[in-house]
């Protein structure tokens, strides 16, 4: 049974500011919710159809566990197609000061509000085996539903931190290369792989911020192959570009 | 002034069976209306507040406009931060039966649900000079208002047509060669740059029908560098798998 407290509680999550009062967020669906689970993170409460809690009896063990019907799943969901089951769980901690792991590929986000594109910058990030993502303090949080959606349960393999991305640099280590992905610079497809490094992604509206642009030690772009460009193709949707950089900078 | 007959048409065009009974679909945002007027698609209505048809003056001569208020705009807005410009615009027929490309890389989607996904993909076309996106008749519709969104002006150059994907690839001459994107096959990387041949994406889900494996001429995988991939890191998001196979595909 879903009690009115828990509806309410559930309800408030799906805010920013009742994430961080009660320091929990919300997860839906098989695969992020067994992800969490795998990675450690403290479950504080779980709500599922019966047969989804019986087909997954040997991951929850310590679990406090609510059975619950696809109708009242229904009604707490964030998604429009409400899964099987929906975890409360324990909100990490996104500001604590953390250095740059200079031996590895990390990524920098500036401002990037959509959080389709967030939760699908993780996602990629987790697939090309990096494990740190630093975020401007006005990018969209991270655990918000729709990010975490997106994420597919690779929020939680990456480290999520929101900093200042000027503090950030202003500290790291001067050879540290910074790869900005911008409108004009070196073609990525004549860059090699690297073994270590920032890659930094600006909005798709505004680019990377006036104030982060001297930090960067190496231009590059994504060459477009279309010979009626206009002044209208303006960029590459900002996952999408994240997700070429990190190919081909990652690339063995 | 909007009447309350355009507030119900402009309402009804959100849904497919209203687009295509009235022939009709909606763009929104400067980038997306002014590239749609540019590609000679017919615009039957235009309404936009009065400064934006002042700034876009050039390009309206032909054009039906009716000058409103941003608060009006909001009213028939598809976007939680409405534009400047919304246009009723004459559907183009998206079933009429036209050969591949033969002579350039194409793109064919099986059963793509997301619209942002969609969108993305053809933006994504469009920035590599790919022309031709064949979607099975279950892939979502491209004229949704999320779809058009995403597509950032892309979709008035990138040419969406609907199909049945076997009957196309059974007339398809027998040497074009069909890439498909799958969780085995040739890693990209070692892929070299393609001349032409179609680029086939499966659902994230469901991957591609079996139906159209035997089709298959080049099966290829994106490798993944995380060395704690778990049998839930199954894939990448459709628009980022299908972006970095243009991009390897397409690199000159």
Redesign the interface.
């Known amino acids: 049974m879903l009690s009115k407290a828990r509806i309410k509680l559930i309800n408030q999550l799906k805010q920013k500011k009742y994430r961080e009062l009660n320091n929990m967020f919300l997860a839906e669906g098989s695969?992020n919710v067994?992800?969490f689970i795998?990675s450690g993170i403290n479950i504080i409460e779980l709500f599922a159809t019966e047969k989804w809690i019986q087909n997954n009896e040997h991951n929850l063990s310590l679990i406090s566990q609510t059975t619950i019907s696809s109708k009242d799943l229904k009604k707490i969901s964030s998604l429009s197609s409400p899964s099987e089951v929906l975890a409360i769980l324990e909100l990490p901690n996104t500001k604590s000061t953390i250095n740059i792991d200079v031996k590895n590929l990390t990524i920098a986000l500036d401002n990037i509000s959509d959080p389709?594109n967030l939760g699908?910058i993780i996602?990629?990030a987790?697939?090309?085996?990096i494990k740190q993502i630093f975020c401007s303090t006005n990018t969209v949080d991270a655990f918000n539903p729709k990010v975490v959606q997106?994420t597919?349960?690779?929020l939680a393999?990456v480290k999520v931190t929101y900093t200042n991305l000027n503090t950030l640099f202003e500290n790291k280590p001067k050879d540290l290369p910074i790869f900005g992905a911008l409108l004009s610079g070196k073609p990525i497809?004549e860059m090699q792989p690297q073994k270590n490094g920032v890659i930094l992604i600006g909005s798709e509206a505004h680019g990377i911020s006036n104030e982060l642009l001297p930090f960067i030690s190496h231009k590059i772009t994504?060459?477009?192959?279309?010979?009626?460009?206009?002044n209208?193709?303006?960029s590459?949707?900002a996952?999408?570009a994240n997700?070429?950089i990190c190919?081909?900078l990652?690339?063995?």
Do not use: H
């Open positions: 695969i067994i992800d795998k389709g699908t996602r990629t987790d697939w090309f085996g997106a597919m349960g690779s393999r497809t994504i060459p477009s192959y279309n010979q009626n460009a206009t209208n193709l303006e590459l949707n996952s999408v997700a070429i190919y081909a990652c690339k063995k």
